[in-house]
């Protein structure tokens, strides 16, 4: 019942306004000074009697107020009782030793017979009392706001963790209970009152204190540094977060105290190697480079690589308005906080437009094209392989035609893995799209053709990483198409620079292939990412319901489910890279080239008339004979899946309009 009251009390208590709280510390001061002066007198030895002395109160009235109002001077009242800290104790320390003097000086003046000792022991009663005070409610204020604080531990002991846990202090969301550091002269030590701990003693401090998440301050730690961090505390039943790149905090775009989830690059543990800056910069200093697709995932990344290398002029191609949009307004915010002279050209079209796309590479001077505009997702294209088909591969012939037609300098193809021995028609329309730049490298010999061949993109638009970790927001399922589905996975980042430095190596109808290290199962990402929001993931067969596993005697197998849907149209359980056997390495450690086979330019235009013809008359099932017939390497997964084409209806012939 007491504590019941007590807690009631306090709440009442925070609730008050500052002034009324600044008025009660006054009057409990003025209550202890007069207590710590009578206090000192009866152990100074001074007789009892002066006690009952007139002069004796008086000089506590004296003594008192003018106490108070040096307290004030110092800022005793400013400070926040339960953020106090080693300043505000050696400031009641300089105030208690300023009272001793005036309590002395009051005394004296009044006539009072005391001892001596009576200023030492006043001080330190004083101290005491004040400071013992302030420390109970500092104390009780924090253990009572850390009832309803989520316990967390540190990892990293350096710098950034001596500064989240200043933070954390100041939050009501977070309470530290302990820090956690692989090095080993810093176990059992402590920094800001808490204690440091061996990393192998976590699965103890988590069972003990009820640990809630691991929050990383380890922003200097290399990616393979951070994937060891996380790969030990994925086991344990915590969320994972971490405090932002060292680089930005440095910088000011974020703050230490800014958590998120772990990123997925330090799930893979890759490190980037730095560009090479005359592969960086052969396709682009002082050059006007065009960027198709730019407002995609690969697409605005290059853009914001080809700006660090001083190009003459930019060049947006973008269908979306939106993305055209958005992308000019950081570009132009970068460019004018960096002092850059670079022009940039916003342009929205299709690459399927012949007439506008050689207008702007005339217009403009275009040197260098990187021809990121491209459908990419595989189920979307299988639904709706007309478009696809068009987009993919008749807006890199556009390209390609109007690129030879101005003398552009180097057109540079982003691909696709999934262009290898492909299942659906988006795959098949890549390796369309490389045999028609191969094609166009064959026929002249001015405008230099290159492909890069890479995987997925970890945070592109549709990747599977946001997705998961928004089922796991909304408590699941995890969907999964397959268990033994496995994909390659670069960050957009990487991905961009190689794609850039590659094509500064061509000569001319090379193939380019991304080292995109080993590949993962996708099955055992999901489980990582439920893992490190502190989660516990199981496995629902493929066929049987999510309802069926989250009924009361399955609830004990884990916290969420891992649901396999089966494989979407066109979908394969494993891409490759390379087309033929061997793959030559190149000046760079992650490019690699391959000598692929092409089509002679001639048969291919035949090839594309065909598949054009029938993509005009909305045939599916003609344009899956003639690129399964084609040396593609087609080979479908199952039936048609076309929107338009499906379930059996015939084709509506379309009538070709001026414009086609």
């Known amino acids: ?23 009660l510390q006054l009057l409990a001061d003025a209550v202890l000074l007069t207590f710590s002066y009578l206090g000192a007198t009866l152990f100074s ?81 004083a101290m005491c009392v004040l400071g013992g005070l302030r420390l109970g409610l500092r104390e009780l204020l924090q253990r009572h706001t850390s009832e309803a604080c989520t316990p967390i531990v540190i990892y990293g002991a350096g710098k950034s963790g001596r500064q989240l846990l200043s933070s954390l202090r100041e939050s009501s969301e977070f309470i530290p209970i302990a820090f956690v550091d692989d090095a080993a002269g810093l176990c059992d030590s402590e ?39 996380v790969e030990r505390l994925e086991t344990l039943p915590v969320r994972v977060q971490t405090i932002p790149d060292m680089s930005d905090i440095v910088t000011g775009k974020s703050r230490v105290n800014e958590l998120h989830d772990v990123a997925i690059e330090d799930l893979l543990g890759r490190d980037p190697i730095p560009g090479l800056d005359p592969l960086m910069k052969g396709n682009i200093q002082g050059k006007v480079v065009m960027v198709t697709g730019a407002g995609g995932s690969i697409g605005s990344e290059l853009c914001r690589q080809i700006i660090q290398h001083e190009p003459q002029t930019l060049v947006l191609w973008e269908l979306s308005e939106l993305g055209l949009y958005t992308l000019n307004n950081e570009l132009t ?34 040197q260098t094209i990187y021809h990121a505009a491209a459908y990419k997702h595989v189920p979307l294209v299988e639904q709706n392989v007309v478009e696809g088909l068009r987009n993919n591969v008749f807006g890199t012939k556009v390209v390609a035609d109007a690129a030879i037609i101005a003398g552009v300098e180097s057109v540079i193809l982003v691909s696709s893995d999934k262009a290898v021995r492909p299942t659906n028609m988006m795959g098949a329309s890549k390796r369309l799209a490389e045999l028609v730049c191969q094609a166009a490298a ?105 309802r069926d596993a989250r009924s009361a005697q399955d609830k004990h197998r884990g916290d969420i489910a891992i649901c396999f849907t089966g494989l979407r149209p066109g979908e394969k359980l494993f891409e490759e890279l390379l087309i033929g056997a061997h793959a030559v390495p190149t000046l760079h450690p992650r490019i690699m080239t391959a000598n692929e086979s092409y089509i002679e330019p001639d048969q291919l235009d035949i090839l594309l008339d065909q598949v054009l013809a029938a993509c005009l008359a909305q045939d599916i099932d003609e344009l899956r004979e003639l690129i399964s017939a084609a040396p593609v390497g087609y080979r479908p997964s199952g039936p048609a899946a076309d929107l338009l084409g499906a379930e059996g209806m015939p084709p509506p012939r379309l009538a070709r309009t001026a414009a086609e």
């Open 442 to 546: 064959l026929r002249q010999s001015g405008t230099v053709f290159s492909m890069v061949r890479f995987g997925n993109v970890l945070g592109s638009s549709g990747s599977v990483i946001p997705r998961f970790r928004e089922q796991v927001e909304r408590g699941g399922p995890i969907t999964v198409t397959h268990p033994r589905i496995t994909r390659y996975f670069m960050t957009i980042p990487e991905a961009a620079q190689l794609v850039i430095q590659a094509g500064a190596l061509a000569t001319g109808g090379d193939v380019f292939l991304l080292d995109m290290g080993e590949p993962i199962k996708i099955v055992d990402l999901a489980d990582r990412i439920a893992r490190l929001s502190g989660l516990t993931p199981y496995r629902v067969p493929q066929g049987q319901e999510w």
């Open 45 to 125: 030895g001074t007789d009892i009697r002066v006690l009952g002395s007139v002069d004796f109160w008086l000089a506590s009235l004296v003594f008192v107020p003018v106490s108070l109002l040096i307290f004030v001077r110092l800022g005793f009242y400013r400070a926040v009782v339960r953020y106090m800290s080693m300043q505000l104790l050696m400031t009641i320390l300089a105030g208690v030793i300023a009272s001793a003097f005036v309590m002395v000086a009051s005394v004296n003046l009044m006539q009072v017979p005391v001892a001596w000792s009576v200023v030492a022991i006043y001080g330190l009663i």
């Open 1 to 23: 019942m007491s504590l019941v009251m007590l807690d009631g009390g306090l709440a009442r208590l925070l609730q008050l306004e500052r002034a009324h709280k600044r008025t």
């Open 333 to 366: 915010e970068v460019i004018e906080t960096q002092n850059l002279t670079i022009r940039l050209v916003p342009l929205m079209g299709s690459v399927q437009n012949p007439r506008r796309i050689l207008a702007a590479l005339q217009r403009f001077g275009v």
């Open 191 to 229: 920094m800001g009152g808490i204690r440091i701990y061996d990393p192998a003693r976590l699965a103890k401090l988590i069972q003990i204190h009820g640990i809630k998440a691991v929050l990383l301050a380890v922003p200097s730690a290399s990616r393979a540094e951070r994937r060891a961090i």
